[in-house]
Nanobody, 124 residues
Framework: QLQASGGGLVLAGGSLVLSCLAS????????LGWFRQAPGSGREFVAA????????YYADSGKGRFTISRDNAKNTVYLQMNSLKPEDTAVYYC???????????????????WGQGTLVTVSS
């Protein structure tokens, strides 16, 4: 089970750190990702990290502003979000994918497990 947290209300230009804790299993066996869904829109890819943590991949919308990281010892994946914009407002979801290769990232919406989401609201 994945539990996302850290969302909230922030002013444009501010920062937030989202966390996603896995319970009942270990995240070290999974590639991980963050997705978001804005009101009236579909779920879109934000960032991904490989199982071994050596590769990361970002959507253009977050490049240079967002950083994904993982701490396998804490069974947690993070999304550091800086310079937030009103268009970043969405429910953010973490996801885990059982990818065989340790160095692969997955930017697609076909992960095996999903968290419940945490709401990020950026006001102008």
């Amino acid at each position: 089970q994945l539990q996302a947290s850290g969302g909230g209300l922030v002013l444009a230009g501010g920062s937030l750190v989202l966390s996603c804790l896995a319970s009942g299993g270990t995240l070290r066996n999974y590639a991980l990702g963050w997705f978001r869904q804005a009101p009236g829109s579909g779920r879109e890819f934000v960032a991904a990290i490989s199982r071994d943590g050596r590769r990361t991949y970002y959507a253009d919308s977050g490049k240079g502003r967002f950083t994904i990281s993982r701490d396998n010892a804490k069974n947690t994946v993070y999304l550091q979000m800086n310079s937030l914009k009103p268009e970043d407002t969405a429910v953010y979801y973490c996801a885990a994918d059982n990818i065989l290769r340790a160095d692969r990232v997955n930017p697609y919406n076909d992960y095996d497990y999903w968290g419940q989401g945490t709401l990020v609201t950026v006001s102008s």
